[in-house]
């Protein structure tokens, strides 16, 4: 079956803090991807990897960068956190050779507060 | 740019009754549509997708959806709502020169006994 899995369901930071927020998944997908979940706006996308140490701007990048050192893993950084940064962050993985046709797997998101 | 417009932020529906979720969406490229849905406190499960060929699909839980080019549609269906469908569900567009995915906003269903 297949699996992405976050490392925390729950988050509490406080402001200024460095938070790193784990993915790992076991299908060998190429492409991983960081959404924030917001009411009303739906899955917004932060960036995504194509391949190990590559990685491309999503549309909110700013306040955030990422690691992809294997394959299987994909990492979120926040720098220094912020109020406006509490949010659900989602990961998702796909396989890249199927392009735009490809279904994305999400994990069971972490939300995280920033106090 | 693509785009994806979901009219009706909650829907709600008596158990059994018809369940329709509105999707329209906008890209100048023929899309790739997809329906996702999330249960409370989980991540987002795919329901059903359309690539190519053929307009009706048919999903995941009786769930169905049509891709109908000339209204720029692609709305959820399912004939009898039953109490374990109520989640948010998502639509959302890609196409062939990206593998991201462009998500409205969500619709929260809700189905009364």
């Known amino acids: 079956d297949v699996k992405v899995t976050q490392s925390s369901r729950y988050l509490v930071k406080r402001t200024g803090e460095k938070v790193f927020l784990e993915c790992v998944q076991d299908m060998d997908h190429e492409n991983m991807f960081w959404y924030r979940q917001d009411p009303g706006l739906g899955l917004r996308l932060i960036y995504f990897?194509?391949?190990?140490?590559?990685?491309e701007k999503g549309d909110i990048p700013e306040g955030y960068s990422v690691s992809r050192e294997k394959k299987e893993r994909f990492s979120l950084i926040l720098e220094s956190a912020s109020t406006n940064q509490t949010s659900m962050y989602l990961c998702?993985?796909?396989?890249?050779?199927?392009?735009?046709?490809?279904?994305?797997?999400f994990g069971p998101g972490t939300r995280l507060t920033v106090l | 740019a693509q785009s994806v417009t979901q009219l009706g932020s909650h829907v709600s529906v008596s158990e059994g009754a018809l369940v329709l979720l509105r999707c329209n969406y906008s890209s100048s490229v023929p899309p790739y549509l997809f329906w996702y849905v999330q249960y409370p406190n989980q991540g987002l499960q795919l329901l059903l997708k359309y690539t190519t060929g053929a307009t009706l699909v048919k999903g995941i839980n009786g769930f169905e959806a049509e891709f109908k080019k000339s209204e720029t549609s692609f709305h959820l269906t399912k004939p009898s709502a039953h109490m374990s469908d109520a989640a948010e569900y998502f639509c959302a567009v890609s196409d062939d020169s990206s593998y991201k995915l462009i998500f409205g906003s969500g619709t929260r269903l809700l189905v009364r006994p």
């Open positions: 998702a993985s796909s396989r890249r050779l199927g392009g735009g046709t490809d279904t994305q797997y």
């Open positions: 990897s194509y391949d190990v140490k590559m990685k």
